[in-house]
């Protein structure tokens, strides 16, 4: 067993973990914020999309001892306990940009990082943005919709 800490949508974490435990496991079974998806344990989906130190990370690609020091957001940690959702949360809701909702977390957390970089993309940078997460149920245009309008919005809050 390894000793960690890791900051988790703000709250930091004591836990020994087994070395080989991936980050994905230690976020649904350590600490049971299961909003993040195991997908396909091989890094193809993104369903298990995270934010560490800020940039988008498949957290099945990651081991949970390379988390230790750093900050994770989740899905969970995108909008304040008991406030509005955040930006791109409200755009998926109000745009149906889910139909069986398992990808939509690993989703919006690669939009978030990816418009923090780009926050005023086009239809296709958004497309090309997402080539690492998949959506099993839709044609991804609801999805691409709720971005842009996301974006749309983030803008003018910054």
């Given at each position: 067993m390894t000793q960690i800490s890791v900051t988790v949508n703000g709250t930091t974490h004591d836990a020994d973990v087994e070395p080989?435990?991936?980050?994905?496991?230690?976020?649904?079974?350590?600490?049971?914020?299961?909003?993040?998806?195991?997908?396909?344990d091989t890094s193809s989906c993104g369903a298990c999309t995270v934010h560490v130190?800020?940039?988008?990370?498949?957290?099945?690609t990651m081991l949970a001892v390379q988390a230790d020091g750093r900050s994770v957001t989740t899905i969970e940690g995108m909008a304040a306990d008991g406030g509005p959702m955040h930006p791109l949360q409200d755009a998926f809701h109000r745009h149906h940009g889910l139909?069986?909702?398992y990808c939509t977390p690993g989703m919006i957390m690669a939009a978030a990082s990816y418009l923090q970089e780009n926050p005023n993309p086009?239809?296709?940078?958004?497309?090309?943005?997402?080539?690492?997460?998949?959506?099993?149920?839709t044609g991804y245009q609801n999805i691409v919709a709720s971005i842009l309008d996301?974006?749309?919005q983030m803008a003018t809050k910054g």
């Open positions: 080989r435990t991936l980050l994905v496991y230690f976020i649904r079974e350590h600490l049971d914020l299961t909003g993040t998806n195991v997908g396909c130190d800020g940039e988008a990370v498949k957290a099945c139909q069986c909702g086009t239809d296709e940078e958004v497309r090309a943005s997402l080539e690492g997460n998949l959506c099993r149920c996301a974006a749309g």
